[in-house]
């Protein structure tokens, strides 16, 4: 976790600034990170970032449509340096493996080899915290497949919310109300960016993040993608059911991306490493979220299977997010099998 005199500096950084602008990850832990420091130091304008090359231009659209004093990034794995010198003024919140943070101020417990998810660390850095609060840092730090110290608390103060007296991350996502309500925060973050952004701007004005099972838009757009996901994760299951490869590989064309929780899925129903990508039939590449078993390091296995290809990856130990040229995705996936037997 962070150290008091860290702790300090961030909130002094956040204090001395009205007019702070907000980018962040497009998955729960982002979402969650935001949705928390905002709750004390409120944005003038915020950005979710989807995975991707476009997303260097989002900072620069947003800088200049908004006179900010302050940019906070939040839980992105990799930012450029000419975004950071850009912005000039940077906060940046990330628990990834460390890279070169270019004069920003680059906060990350992974420097002294801790790994907590970035909305753990938003949530250290409340003045005060409360259920509701702990309950947005649960839910972003399981997103991450962590687990904080203080969700035994929330099942006592969550009961019909925290529905298992199961730790393990799986069955808390996939078999549990509290994983209903993930699900449910990871299908508002995909859609177009006008409905995204419209989403999250009515999740930063509630005060109780289960209001989202009542909230009669949020749910109208929760239904209308959780019909898509179903039609997904029906086809990926039979087709996984044919496959006897220690790598499962699922594609799909579409608009929406469903492919980090999709893939998360598949791993827990079939107990395998798996590649989940998605296209559009006028793009040249591939969007692919990767999620490995517990004996397998995405840190070393990703470089040799990405050598010489036109393409990138980024994330964690057993969960990663890459883009691929369409061209060169079966020489990618050819070698991932190869090193994986």
């Known amino acids: 976790m962070l150290s008091r005199d860290q702790v300090k500096a961030v909130q002094q950084r956040l204090d001395e600034v009205t007019r702070r602008l907000y980018f962040f990850d497009n998955d729960v832990d982002g979402l969650a990170s935001f949705l928390l420091l905002n709750s004390q130091w409120p944005a003038i304008d915020f950005q979710c970032l989807l995975s991707g090359p476009s997303d260097e231009e989002l900072y620069f659209t947003k800088l200049q449509e908004t006179g900010f004093q302050l940019a906070?990034?939040?839980?992105?794995?990799?930012?450029?340096?000419?975004?950071?010198?850009?912005?000039?003024?940077?906060?940046?919140?990330?628990?990834?493996?460390?890279?070169?943070?270019?004069?920003?101020?680059?906060?990350?417990?992974?420097?002294?080899?801790?790994?907590?998810?970035?909305?753990?660390?938003?949530?250290?850095?409340?003045p005060n915290t409360n259920p509701q609060t702990l309950l947005l840092s649960a839910l972003g730090a399981a997103w991450d497949?962590?687990?904080?110290?203080?969700?035994?608390k929330l099942r006592e103060q969550f009961p019909s919310l925290i529905d298992t007296n199961s730790t393990n991350l799986d069955i808390i996502h996939f078999d549990s109300q509290f994983g209903y309500l993930l699900r449910l925060l990871t299908f508002l973050l995909t859609g177009k960016k006008s409905e995204i952004h419209s989403n999250i701007e009515r999740l930063r004005r509630i005060e109780d993040i289960r209001t989202v099972f009542t909230d009669t838009s949020l749910q109208q757009h929760y239904q209308e993608k959780e019909r898509k996901y179903e039609q997904l994760i029906t086809q990926a299951q039979e087709e996984a059911l044919a496959m006897n490869d220690a790598l499962l590989v699922f594609t799909y064309a579409a608009h929406d991306s469903y492919t980090g929780y999709l893939a998360n899925h598949l791993r827990y129903l079939f107990g395998k490493t798996v590649v989940v990508a998605k296209t559009f039939p006028d793009s040249n590449r591939y969007t692919m979220s990767i999620r490995a078993t517990d004996d397998i390091d995405l840190h070393t296995v990703l470089p040799k299977a990405f050598d010489g290809l036109r393409g990138d990856y980024g994330g964690h130990e057993h969960a990663c997010g890459a883009h691929i040229a369409k061209a060169e995705f079966d020489t990618c996936i050819n070698r991932l099998q190869e090193l994986l037997q």
Not at 145 to 152: E, M, V
């Open 72 to 126: 906070v990034i939040l839980d992105r794995p990799m930012v450029s340096e000419r975004v950071i010198q850009a912005l000039e003024q940077v906060l940046w919140i990330d628990h990834h493996p460390p890279v070169t943070a270019y004069g920003a101020q680059y906060v990350n417990p992974r420097k002294e080899n801790g790994n907590i998810p970035t909305a753990c660390l938003a949530q250290a850095l409340l």
């Open 145 to 152: 497949y962590y687990l904080p110290s203080h969700f035994t």
